[in-house]
């Protein structure tokens, strides 16, 4: 049988312990706390990272993050003021600044992003609906205008592919007076929905959208007219391609033309120059020796005959047998 001294000793030393490890709780680097009792709010807010002393099982402690938080809320289909309907994705950025406001208000990080999805989707829908297409999809400091060195085909196409400010199927290449823009819209938006989120002890850093698109039903037409317009845009860039090709086909057949004209020209005025000095070498040759020269030329034209693939048939009193005929 068990001694019942260190039964009782082992359940005191347990609840010890238990109180003990109760007793303290600690608060790490980024985490603040606040520490209640009943449901009351105690102490704190704890902000300092350290070990703390509580009441064990009657005082409960609230850890909250103070770093920077992320919220992203879900994409809208809002109307803009030119009744272009839209999906608009916004992200934001927040932090608990008042730890026992926040627990009192919201509780927890979850119904903190419950009450940021109301004010800033009201926002969000309040700016939109109030706001042009082009002003929330491109910078009032935006320039419109295509670099010199562009073709008007060639900038067309360029603003068809970046959408002109970040939005799909914005191919207008028409510029457009930007009077606000979307920085301005972003901010304005940050300073409508961060005067709402202080009595829940949080502070709105920054708010952001993400992405614009359109809607589905207008999606398809958008892209079909895209579409549309990259075909028309290269069918403009081969007519001009063709027109260049042709042209400079051209140019190449005048200018070779030219050079042949040129060539052939210079060759008859060669030739005519070498023909008149070979007339006058044989002339000068047959006026110093007419024998002579009247020897040498029938000579060449005995060597220039084939030996088997000619027969000649001349009479004894032939001249061309004349020098043959004085051979010993």
């Given at each position: ?122 926002v969000v829908r309040d700016m939109v609906s109030s706001n ?180 000649l048939i001349l009479s004894t009193d032939s001249e061309y ?8």
């Amino acid at each position: 049988m068990k001694n019942p001294r260190l039964i009782t000793l082992a359940a005191v030393l347990a609840a010890v312990l238990f109180v003990g490890m109760g007793s303290f709780f600690i608060v790490r680097e980024g985490q603040q706390a606040i520490v209640t009792q009943f449901g009351k709010p105690l102490a704190g807010p704890f902000s300092e990272a350290g070990l703390y002393f509580k009441l064990p099982l009657i005082q409960e402690v609230h850890l909250f993050d103070k770093r920077i938080l992320k919220w992203d809320g879900r994409p809208n289909e809002i109307p803009t003021r030119d009744k272009k309907y839209i999906w608009v994705d916004t992200t934001a950025r927040w932090r608990i600044t008042d730890p026992l406001r926040f627990l009192q208000t919201v509780a927890n990080e979850t119904g903190a992003a419950s009450r940021l999805d109301d004010i800033i989707d009201s926002v969000v829908r309040d700016m939109v609906s109030s706001n042009l297409l082009v002003e929330l999809v491109r910078s009032a400091s935006w320039d419109p205008s295509p670099p010199k060195d562009l073709t008007l085909a060639q900038s067309m196409l360029t603003s068809a592919e970046t959408g002109g400010g970040g939005m799909v199927g914005d191919t207008s290449t028409e510029p457009v007076d930007v009077k606000v823009g979307r920085e301005k819209i972003t901010r304005h938006m940050l300073a409508e929905a961060a005067k709402l989120t202080p009595q829940y002890g949080i502070e709105l850093i920054d708010v952001q959208i993400k992405r614009i698109n359109y809607v589905e039903s207008v999606q398809k037409r958008v892209f079909e007219r895209m579409i549309s317009e990259r075909k028309r845009i290269a069918s403009l860039l081969r007519s001009e391609g063709e027109g260049e090709k042709r042209r400079i086909l051209g140019t190449m057949e005048k200018e070779l033309a030219r050079i042949r004209s040129e060539a052939y020209k210079q060759a008859q005025e060669i030739r005519g120059q070498g023909d008149g000095q070979a007339t006058q070498i044989y002339g000068q040759a047959f006026g110093r020796d007419p024998q002579f020269y009247a020897l040498f030329k029938t000579l060449e034209t005995y060597g220039g005959l084939p030996e088997d693939k000619l027969d000649l048939i001349l009479s004894t009193d032939s001249e061309y047998l004349r020098y043959l005929k004085r051979v010993p």
